[in-house]
């Protein structure tokens, strides 16, 4: 499979466009990264396959484009428009992180081993580095908008947001990655326990001066 | 290659297997995990091939091996005997994990990019699991063992040792994987700020107590 850039082919139609991707999430999340190729997305496509290769060539133009997708949906941006106050908002960032959102059209927890097997590859591969850079980015900056809101109105100490935003981000990922390389069902739930004991407190520690 | 466990073999003698096993770390460091055959670690190997294979068959009886003879050596367990002082050595476990330790005997980057391989794998690999199971306790154990002592002597404030440990553990494990694989060169960095914001004030906060 070629590494190199997608070269310019007609944009799908929203809803061929759709079809691909959501094709292209379950064959993800089925296969994982490693082990998946093209057939196995076409298999998961209902229209013909040289429609899918109309599009796409590659599976990683496929899986670049699938992450993109994601982003314009992704549940963060969604608790933005669902929740006004900074803290609660940010309690669940936190627990969607953790255990996965409500609803989920997937399995939550193939998916991330499924991104866990592509950041491994991201390592030597500058179109997946980027876009997943892309996807951390965006959810780290909604956390960080979130904790400069919370400075703003009172709520949150006078914390460096960005800082905050990327920790709490790591300390959920490391939770996920224990889950599912060591089998740690338990590292979820206890990490949003250690967030309640020394990165809640410290951000609210602002109760006391109003 | 067989996943099935390791057959009785005779164990090597002691500068047999310090030989062997300095020829898989290096083996590892150098071609990470899924590359890695047992010809590259034989390549490694001043002495015969032969006497390889006689004490070790398959690259999964000499990786997990390997685990067990850094386990031996691990930084951390030096501390423990280097630093009397609880938050002293906290501090210094902190530094190695993010950093690396001083004077170490390969690339520190390399070997981690080769254990997060590792760690995948672990996902579908029972040995691999349990082993790298016993590399993290040893670590957390070591760190909580520290915050334990911390509290009895006054200097910490009474937190759950092992989850607190465990948050830290996965706060520097998370830094060093958006290193590797996403390049943030300065995570480490970053994440020893977020470290001294969140966790260490909370942790020292008996300070106001004595």
């Given at each position: 499979m070629a590494e190199s850039d997608a070269p310019d082919r007609p944009?799908?139609?929203p809803?061929?466009?759709e079809a691909i991707m959501q094709a292209t999430y379950r064959?993800?999340?089925k296969h994982g990264y490693a082990d998946l190729t093209t057939r196995e997305i076409a298999e998961e496509f209902a229209k013909s396959r040289s429609l899918l290769h109309y599009h796409y060539d590659t599976k990683q133009e496929l899986i670049v484009a699938l992450l993109e997708y994601l982003l314009e949906s992704h549940?963060?941006?969604a608790a933005t428009d669902e929740i006004a106050?900074?803290?609660e908002r940010l309690e669940l960032?936190?627990?969607r992180g953790l255990f996965g959102p409500e609803n989920a059209p997937f399995d939550f927890w193939d998916f991330h081993t499924a991104l866990l097997e592509l950041r491994l590859h991201a390592h030597r591969n500058d179109a997946y580095r980027e876009q997943l850079d892309r996807t951390i980015g965006l959810i780290t900056d909604l956390l960080a908008a979130t904790i400069r809101e919370g400075i703003e109105t009172g709520c949150f100490r006078d914390v460096d947001p960005e800082e905050t935003a990327q920790f709490l981000y790591d300390a959920i990922d490391a939770a996920r990655i224990r889950k599912i390389t060591l089998g740690h069902d338990d590292a979820p739930r206890r990490t949003r326990r250690?967030?309640?004991t020394f990165v809640l407190p410290t951000l609210r520690a602002a109760d006391d001066d109003r």
């Open positions: 944009t799908p139609p809803e061929t466009y064959a993800f999340c549940p963060a941006k106050d900074p803290d960032f936190i627990d250690a967030i309640e």
